[in-house]
């Protein structure tokens, strides 16, 4: 599967922005897709993930309450709506899938398979 993420950009603090996965290649509904962060000088890190079917989501505790993944199975999308959103969720964003990860170890960046080019968000204070 390939993906393509967009939407990142400037916004200031408090602001939102909706950034989005454009997932081709394969049967999007078999993949687990997730968005992953890389803050400056920082390594990447788990932010959400949603459940094949959508029913299931996780969350880093640092964005529960303020980031909200979706998937679209009619556009083979997942969608990470951002608001609340403040200095320290600065970072590059990438996208995520996988076909087989468990759902206990979707924080862990190496259980997943394929990733988009990532997109860069920049909150000012």
């Known amino acids: 599967v390939q993906l393509q993420a967009s939407g990142g950009g400037l916004v200031q603090a408090g602001g939102s922005l909706r950034l989005s996965c454009a997932a081709s290649g394969r049967t999007f509904g078999n993949y687990i897709m997730g968005w992953f962060r890389q803050a400056p000088e920082k390594g990447r890190e788990f932010v959400a993930c949603?459940?094949?079917?959508?029913?299931?989501?996780k969350y880093a505790d640092s964005v529960k309450g303020r980031f909200t993944i979706s998937r679209d199975g009619a556009k083979n999308t997942v969608s990470l709506q951002m608001n609340s959103l403040k200095p320290e969720d600065t970072a590059v964003y990438y996208c995520?899938?996988?076909?087989?990860?468990?759902?206990?170890?979707?924080?862990?960046?190496?259980?997943?398979?394929?990733w988009g080019q990532g997109t860069l968000v920049t909150v000012s204070s």
């Open positions: 949603i459940s094949r079917n959508g029913d299931s989501t």
């Open positions: 995520a899938a996988d076909p087989l990860i468990r759902w206990d170890l979707v924080t862990m960046i190496r259980q997943w398979d394929y």
